[in-house]
């Protein structure tokens, strides 16, 4: 009888181990993406700015085990040349969503939000995630809510990801709760009570 309750003390043990390893390693994950994001705010040029941006949220979405493909160029069939370029696909919940990341000093308008969509579109059963740094412009939105009646499109802010990082909130709580919102209430862009 002593040696079965040794036997689960020391499973119990094990497991409490194992919980506070899992949680150290998703708190250092966390932290690593907080530097990764706040060093972006430093870059002056926009572009390369822009392009740091794609290596941290892909980092973002593998940190909470979301399958992704990283930014990739379409060329076309006759020699066009590169036809489309994808920030990221990844899939959530077995639906695949194409990811189109801007960092502009205006809030994104109706052609930038456009342009994603029409990507989308050309997929057929894909669904559109667009983060932006500057936000949308009212138009904007309102587009991406004319297009929920052929796909789904979800709006994000990057301000909302950088203020989870800082709660230690979980992303893909708020990625379902967006999704449900776009899909359910045709809200391309809602924001949750901080």
């Given at each position: 009888?002593?040696?079965?309750e ?5 499973e ?11 949680e150290?390693k998703?708190?250092a ?6 530097k990764?994001?706040?060093a ?10 822009g ?11 593998q940190?909470?085990?979301i399958?992704i ?6 060329s ?9 370029q994808i ?6 919940e077995?639906?695949y ?9 205006e ?5 930038e939000?456009?342009?994603h969509m029409?990507?989308v579109?050309h ?11 500057s ?28 203020m989870?990082l800082?709660?230690?909130d979980?992303?893909i709580?708020l990625l ?7 899909f ?7 924001q949750p009570?901080?």
């Amino acid at each position: 009888m002593q040696i079965e309750e040794q036997r689960q003390r020391t499973e119990r043990l094990n497991e409490r181990k194992a919980t506070i390893e899992k949680e150290t390693k998703r708190l250092a994950e966390l932290e690593s993406l907080k530097k990764q994001f706040f060093a972006l705010f430093s870059e002056s040029n926009p572009s390369r700015r822009g392009k740091l941006l794609e290596p941290v949220l892909n980092n973002l979405f593998q940190s909470h085990n979301i399958l992704i493909k990283e930014a990739f160029s379409v060329s076309g069939n006759n020699a066009e040349g590169i036809v489309e370029q994808i920030d990221g696909v990844i899939k959530f919940e077995g639906q695949y969503y194409l990811v189109e990341m801007k960092w502009k000093k205006e809030p994104l308008g109706v052609p930038e939000v456009s342009e994603h969509m029409v990507r989308v579109y050309h997929r057929g059963q894909s669904r559109g995630l667009f983060i932006s740094a500057s936000g949308y412009t009212d138009p904007a939105v309102s587009t991406c809510r004319d297009g929920l009646k052929k796909s789904v499109f979800v709006l994000f802010d990057l301000q909302e990801i950088v203020m989870l990082l800082e709660r230690g909130d979980c992303f893909i709580d708020l990625l379902r709760k967006k999704i449900d919102a776009a899909f359910t209430h045709k809200n391309p862009f809602y924001q949750p009570p901080i």
